[in-house]
């Protein structure tokens, strides 16, 4: 149980264009979503917090203008990189916590490539 | 504000020893989880253990087990009988129990040779 499932696994798109990612909670109810991006061999790095209702929290120096979140139901949350450049490719993970007993859920990732 | 340190960049050893992966944290909340994560090659994340601050008796499962020293603040993670697969990056994480953000190590990468 407890599955979050995201898409798409890799994406490759050309400078200007946007790309939306989505994180569906599959078998609970996700409140709230974490929006990370990872750089190679580093650790994960909070982008956003999302929460069903209501605006995203961001991370300081994450601009809201460029990374969309949007968490219109409990089972979807979405993020979208606007007019992406090649400096915004990178690897994205969405989380959700579904409670203390089974710790976080992990989204398998989206690999982002703009050339 | 909460801080994880990995001290151990990166880690190796032979397939069927035993290994252990440091992580120290800093905090002034009284109730939090701690938790170690894998991730491999397929940048899944992955939760190895957890452990609640309350709880005194060290969290184990399976070939994994941690040392929670709580005054030391201090939560290592011990692979036992290592095998090819736990070749990964592990991280470690913080939560403190008054929000649900993770605050994370900057991980270690463990090679298992064979």
């Known amino acids: 149980g407890a599955v979050v499932s995201q898409h798409p696994s890799w994406v490759i798109c050309k400078s200007g264009t946007s790309v939306k990612i989505e994180c569906r909670s599959l078998?609970?109810?996700?409140?709230?979503m974490f929006w990370y991006r990872q750089f190679p061999k580093q650790s994960l790095m909070l982008m956003a917090t999302?929460?069903?209702?209501?605006?995203?929290?961001?991370e300081q120096g994450v601009e809201k203008d460029k990374f969309l979140i949007n968490h219109a139901s409990l089972t979807l949350s979405t993020l979208t990189v606007t007019s992406a450049h090649p400096e915004d490719s990178s690897f994205y993970i969405c989380?959700?916590?579904?409670?203390?007993?089974?710790?976080?859920?992990f989204g398998s990732g989206t690999r982002l490539t703009v050339v | 504000a909460q801080t994880v340190t990995q001290s151990q960049p990166e880690m190796s050893v032979q397939e069927a020893e035993t290994v252990t992966l440091s992580c120290t944290y800093d905090?002034?909340?009284?109730?939090?989880?701690l938790f170690w994560y894998k991730q491999p090659p397929s940048r899944q994340m992955i939760l190895v253990i957890r452990q609640e601050a309350y709880k005194q008796q060290n969290a184990t499962e399976n070939r994994f087990s941690v040392n929670f020293q709580k005054a030391a603040k201090s939560f290592s993670l011990k692979i036992s009988d290592s095998q090819l697969g736990d070749t990964a990056m592990y991280f470690c994480a913080f939560g403190a129990d008054s929000n649900y953000q993770l605050i994370w190590g900057a991980g270690t990468k463990l090679i298992i040779k064979p």
């Open positions: 078998d609970f109810q996700a409140t709230t």
């Open positions: 989380s959700a916590p579904r409670d203390r007993a089974y710790g976080y859920t």
């Open positions: 999302s929460n069903e209702g209501s605006k995203a929290t961001y």
């Open positions: 905090t002034s909340e009284n109730n939090y989880y």
